[in-house]
T-cell receptor, first 112, second 109 residues
Framework: SQTIHQWPATLVQPVGSPLSLECTVE??????LYWYRQAAGRGLQLLFY??????ISSEVPQNLSASRPQDRQFILSSKKLLLSDSGFYLC???????????FGEGSRLTVL | GQNIDQPTEMTATEGAIVQINCTYQ??????LFWYQQHAGEAPTFLSY????GLEEKGRFSSFLSRSKGYSYLLLKELQMKDSASYLC??????????FGTGTRLTVIP
C-alpha cells in the first residue's frame, strides 16, 4: 500500500533562517507531488506541484522553492524565512486517473 | 483560482442532517472532491463526483451539477466527531486541485 511521510512535524524558526521540509512517498511510482500551505484560519493554498523528477511548477510567487531530486522525494526550501511563511505545510501525492490527493501528516512552521 | 464559494461556518445538532453547498467557476475539467479536515490535521478524502448526480456513501452523500458549477455535501445522522472543516475541491487542470476555504461545521449536543 502507498504511504506518504513528511518531516519535521513541528518547527519554530527565527526570521531570516533557512527552511527545509522533506516528503517521501512509498508504494507508488512517478506520482504527482504537491506542497500546500494553510495559514491559520485559511484555506489550502497550492504552492508547488511536480509531475516528474526535476519538474517543478510554482503556483504563487514567494520566497519558497521546491525540488524533486528523486522520483518519490519532494523538498520545500527557503533561504530566508519571513514571518508570513508561518503556517501548516502539507505534502500530497495524487492518483493519476482520478486526481485524488493523499496528504502527509503536515508540518507546522512558526516563524518568530 | 476557481472562485470557490462555501459558507464559512455552520452549526447543527447531533442526529440531524446538514447540507453544505459549494459553487465554483467551471474550468472544463470534470469532477469535484470533498475532503474533511479536523483541526490541526491533514485533510482526508470523503467523496469524488465525476458525473452529475448524487453519490451516496454511508452517512455522507455528495451531489454534483457540472453545468451549474454546483455541489453539495449531505451529512446524515450527525455525530459529534463530524465537527470539522469540509473542503470543496474542483480540479483545475490535469494535475491540480484547488481548495475553497472550507466550511467549519460544529455539531452540538
Amino acid at each position: 500500500s502507498q504511504t506518504i511521510h513528511q518531516w519535521p512535524a513541528t518547527l519554530v524558526q527565527p526570521v531570516g533562517s533557512p527552511l527545509s521540509l522533506e516528503c517521501t512517498v512509498e508504494g507508488t511510482s512517478n506520482p504527482n507531488l504537491y506542497w500546500y500551505r494553510q495559514a491559520a484560519g485559511r484555506g489550502l493554498q497550492l504552492l508547488f506541484y511536480s509531475v516528474g523528477i526535476g519538474q517543478i511548477s510554482s503556483e504563487v510567487p514567494q520566497n519558497l522553492s521546491a525540488s524533486r531530486p528523486q522520483d518519490r522525494q519532494f523538498i520545500l526550501s527557503s533561504k530566508k524565512l519571513l514571518l508570513s511563511d508561518s503556517g501548516f505545510y502539507l505534502c500530497a501525492w495524487s492518483v493519476e486517473s482520478t486526481g485524488e490527493l493523499f496528504f502527509g501528516e503536515g508540518s507546522r512552521l512558526t516563524v518568530l | 483560482g476557481q472562485n470557490i464559494d462555501q459558507p464559512t461556518e455552520m452549526t447543527a445538532t447531533e442526529g440531524a442532517i446538514v447540507q453544505i453547498n459549494c459553487t465554483y467557476q467551471t474550468s472544463g475539467f470534470n469532477g469535484l472532491f470533498w475532503y474533511q479536515q479536523h483541526a490541526g490535521e491533514a485533510p482526508t478524502f470523503l467523496s469524488y463526483n465525476v458525473l452529475d448526480g448524487l453519490e451516496e456513501k454511508g452517512r455522507f452523500s455528495s451531489f454534483l451539477s457540472r453545468s451549474k458549477g454546483y455541489s453539495y455535501l449531505l451529512l446524515k445522522e450527525l455525530q459529534m466527531k463530524d465537527s470539522a472543516s469540509y473542503l470543496c475541491a474542483p480540479p483545475q487542470g490535469a494535475n491540480n486541485l484547488f481548495f475553497g476555504t472550507g466550511t467549519r461545521l460544529t455539531v452540538i449536543p
